[in-house]
Antibody
Framework: EVQLLESGGGLVQPGGSLRLSCVGS????????MSWVRQAPGKGLVWVSI????????YSADSVKGRFTISRDNSKNTLYLQMDSLRAEDTAVYYC???????????????WGQGTLVTVSS | DIQMTQSPSSLSASIGDRVTITCRAS??????LNWYQQKPGKAPKLLIY???TLQSGVPSRFSGSGSGADFTLTISSLQPEDFATYYC?????????FGQGTRLEIK
């Protein structure tokens, strides 16, 4: 059974940093692209960033470029999202999701974690 | 970025009804269009990918169609567990933008 478990969320002040982690199990982690998707309270889904299975290709939404960095450690079956220069509008539940293939292109999300809440507030 | 627009934004229907949700892309996404279901407090769940392919384990009352820029999700006979919010998402180009969602409520 595919499982994705996020951690690292919490309360952070504007301008601060946070690193989210997502541990995958039940599948060959390195064979799949992985994404972060966020959802602000009461709002819709917003795709944040994706990284290929071999971690050499990444894409990010314009709203987070230069502030968020997606990475992965395939030896630890772990996906990361380093979030810097956080803003109030980054407040959301952050979901880790598995792509259906190793390529970061043309990818749909076939398994999701339960999400971790990030709150940016003073 | 490709913009995705769903209609309606909300919908009230009864058990057994046939329901259709539409999704329009601001430019062609070929058939790189996916549908997700989300229930309150839960993670989204993949229903349909590549416009019309049912994800494993999803009931056959769900179906998808379309290509290019216009797509539909149809539920042939609503069941109690289908009341949720539905999102389309294009995976033709990055970022893989989502529609704003369609909230399906019990009438």
């Amino acid at each position: 059974e595919v499982q994705l478990l996020e951690s690292g969320g919490g309360l952070v002040q504007p301008g601060g940093s946070l690193r989210l982690s997502c541990v995958g199990s039940g599948f060959t982690f390195s064979s799949y692209a992985m994404s972060w998707v966020r959802q602000a309270p009461g709002k819709g889904l917003v795709w944040v960033s994706i990284i290929g299975g071999s971690r050499n290709i990444t894409y990010s939404a314009d709203s987070v470029k230069g502030r968020f960095t997606i990475s992965r450690d395939n030896s630890k079956n772990t996906l990361y999202l380093q979030m810097d220069s956080l803003r109030a509008e980054d407040t959301a539940v952050y979901y880790c999701a598995r792509g259906h293939s190793g390529s970061p292109r043309f990818n749909f999300l076939d398994n999701w974690g339960q999400g971790t809440l990030v709150t940016v507030s003073s | 970025d490709i913009q995705m627009t769903q209609s309606p934004s909300s919908l009230s229907a009864s058990i057994g009804d046939r329901v259709t949700i539409t999704c329009r892309a601001s430019s062609s996404v070929d058939t790189y269009l996916n549908w997700y279901q989300q229930k309150p407090g839960k993670a989204p769940k993949l229903l349909i990918y590549a416009a019309s392919t049912l994800q494993s384990g999803v009931p056959s009352r769900f179906s998808g169609s379309g290509s290019g820029a216009d797509f539909t999700l149809t539920i042939s006979s609503l069941q109690p567990e289908d009341f949720a919010t539905y999102y389309c998402q294009q995976s033709f180009s990055s970022p893989g933008t989502f529609g704003q969602g369609t909230r399906l409520e019990i009438k």
